[in-house]
């Protein structure tokens, strides 16, 4: 069950990277099909999880955010409609739609590398963030330096209003 869940995941990860700008109506019309179709097995997916599980499917963290994601996907479909119909603000939209991204993150429940080397990103941000701090500060030392330098440079034929100190 849980394989041709991950491999759902991975064809709907393909529909989305196909999505253009500037595609067809007829593009339009067969990815938003294939979008329903999708929202509907996730959906079914998670409606199977309930009943098989019922109370217990709330206490992992995998299953409520499964839950979230396809709640936000049937949000974001509605509002597809919204949007066409009555031109609201197409932000909010983008942000649900950014949700149904996070199903690939369920991918990485099944490979240990990658979580590993998630692991280690997230061991590592403390000292990445002191070393950016670092970075920083000598940057901001050095551009002092440079523009007490170079305050009183005249202006001449490669230094004027654009390209200057």
Excluded: H
């Excluded at 031109?87 to 690939?104: D, M, N």
């Excluded at 901001?140 to 170079?150: D, P, R, T």
């Amino acid at each position: 069950f849980d394989i041709s869940i991950m491999i759902l995941i991975c064809l709907n990860m393909v529909t989305m990277m196909v999505e253009t700008d500037d595609q067809s109506q007829e593009m339009t019309n067969i990815l938003y099909w294939i979008n329903l179709v999708f929202i509907v097995l996730f959906t079914g997916e998670c409606v199977l999880k309930l009943i098989s599980l019922r109370y217990y499917y709330f206490t992992i963290g995998w299953n409520i955010f499964d839950f979230v994601v396809v709640i936000l996907s049937i949000v974001g479909m509605f509002l597809a409609e919204l949007i066409e119909k009555y031109f609201v603000s197409p932000t909010l939209f983008r942000v649900i739609r950014l949700a149904r991204i996070g199903r690939i993150l369920r991918l990485i429940k099944g490979a240990k590398g990658i979580r590993t080397l998630l692991f280690a990103l997230m061991m590592s941000l403390p000292a990445l963030f002191n070393i950016g701090l670092l970075l920083f500060l000598v940057m901001f030392i050095y551009a002092i330096f440079g523009m007490s330098n170079f305050a009183y440079v005249k202006r001449e034929v490669g230094i004027d209003d654009m390209f200057n100190f």
